[in-house]
């Protein structure tokens, strides 16, 4: 039987897990907030670069008070709320806030404490500000993308993860290839981009972490998961025609999410 100190020893990791993914969470949040215009994706001066100015409400400009900063505590103490103008706060903060605390507490649940677990958690991190940003800008950033391949690669080379280099390797050419030869096609016969270059290297670092065996189950969830965001937005009345761009990135980030959890589970075609 586990002894008491041991018990309350792995409920000191598992807060401070989340604690730290929830505040990693909130330094996401302006990354994906000045990001995209700190890279040049998006013309908006206003919302300032990834040092400067100090975090303020997009409505009425005032800096945030340092209490009012403390990630999910101060959004459920405000009610939702800018605490100077009243303004609603948008809903992607406390999730991403949400997102992270999960995501450490995933990292540290099925890997314990290794570097696994701490690439396991830079993953996660990714996946989320890859998923807000394209969900805002269209966009899925290669400063953000490029860098998770090569940590994937990199991870499998010193055999922290499953796949093998080799595997990794295929990996990133089968899934990036896939997805190119997929937008040159639909280009091609409709005259429109159906994938961006931004999709095919992400599911290029998606390769790079799991090796290829991995990108036929992820792209078939992430189009699930896609139809059925596309079927919500409907339904709330959005307007869904042939050419309404539909941003696939949150999509597959999700899918490759899923991936890794059930990589640490060991299930089929993911252990």
Partial sequence: MESSGAMTLNWVFYVTAAAFGAVIGSFLNVLIHRGPVFWKLVDDEKRGDLISPRSYCPSCRKPIRNIHLIPLVSYVMLG???????????????????????????????????????????????????????????????????????????????????????????????????????????????????????DAKLLAAIGAWFGWPVLPPVVFLAAILALAGVGVAYMRGATIGKETPIPFGPALAAAGAVAMVAHGLRLPYFA
């Fill in 80 to 198: 939702g709320k800018c605490a100077s103008c009243s303004a609603p706060i948008a809903i992607r903060y406390p999730l991403v806030e949400l997102a992270g605390a999960l995501s450490g507490l995933a990292a540290l649940a099925l890997f314990g404490l290794s570097i696994e677990a701490a690439c396991v958690f830079i993953f996660f991190m990714v996946m989320i500000a890859l998923a807000a940003i394209d969900a805002e800008t269209g966009y899925l950033p290669d400063m953000l993308t490029l860098p998770l391949l090569v940590i994937g690669i990199i991870a499998n080379a010193f055999d922290f993860l499953n796949a093998t280099l080799g595997g990794a390797v295929l990996g990133v050419i089968i899934g990036y290839g896939a997805f190119r030869l997929i937008d040159i096609v639909f280009l091609k016969l409709r005259g429109v981009e159906g994938l961006g270059q931004g």
